[in-house]
């Protein structure tokens, strides 16, 4: 729990300031950050640095998240205009769940060095799930 703090210029107690979220487009660069230096890093089988354990799972992730976009996109071809509609409102809220369900996750660790690895380990894993079943679903429409 943050402690109180008193302002310099007065004697009012305040209670220290919260840590907020990072904005979406902070968590896009790191991605993306994590994606181009993952060639430079070594094999993610030897990583043995939190941060490159970090790079590792984040560009696990960004692979996944390709492949979750390709498998989506695939799906949506293959569907009649009303059911495009409904996976387009399924796939948001899954969205929503994956993100809420890895923020979880990673909590215990917020703060710390490992919290990035919980979270992408997490994001990676439900990602690869979702894609076997938009690969499954896409599978099973005929045109």
Same mark, same amino acid.
């Given at each position: 729990?943050? %402690?109180? #703090? ?17 904005? =979406? =487009? ?11 230096? #993952? ?7 030897? %990583? +043995? ?29 293959? *569907?009649?205009? $009303?059911?495009? +509609? ?6 948001? $809220? =899954? ?14 660790? %917020? ?9 992408? +380990? ?14 499954? *679903? $896409?599978?099973? +429409?005929?045109?």
């Amino acid at each position: 729990m943050a %402690a109180n #703090h008193r302002d310099a210029k007065d004697s009012t107690v305040r209670p220290a300031p919260s840590r907020k979220p990072a904005p =979406w =487009w902070a968590v896009s660069l790191l991605c993306l950050a994590a994606t181009a230096t #993952h060639a430079q890093a070594p094999a993610c089988a030897e %990583a +043995t640095t939190q941060a490159a354990m970090n790079a590792c799972a984040a560009a696990d992730f960004a692979d996944a998240d390709r492949d979750l976009n390709r498998a989506y996109t695939q799906l949506q071809q293959r *569907l009649e205009t $009303s059911r495009k +509609t409904a996976l387009r409102e399924v796939q948001r $809220s =899954w969205l929503t769940y994956r993100d809420a369900q890895c923020a979880f996750d990673a909590k215990p660790y %917020a703060g710390g060095s490992m919290a990035p690895l919980v979270r992408a +380990t997490c994001l990676g894993a439900l990602t690869k799930q979702r894609t076997q079943l938009l690969d499954r *679903l $896409s599978k099973d +429409t005929e045109r």
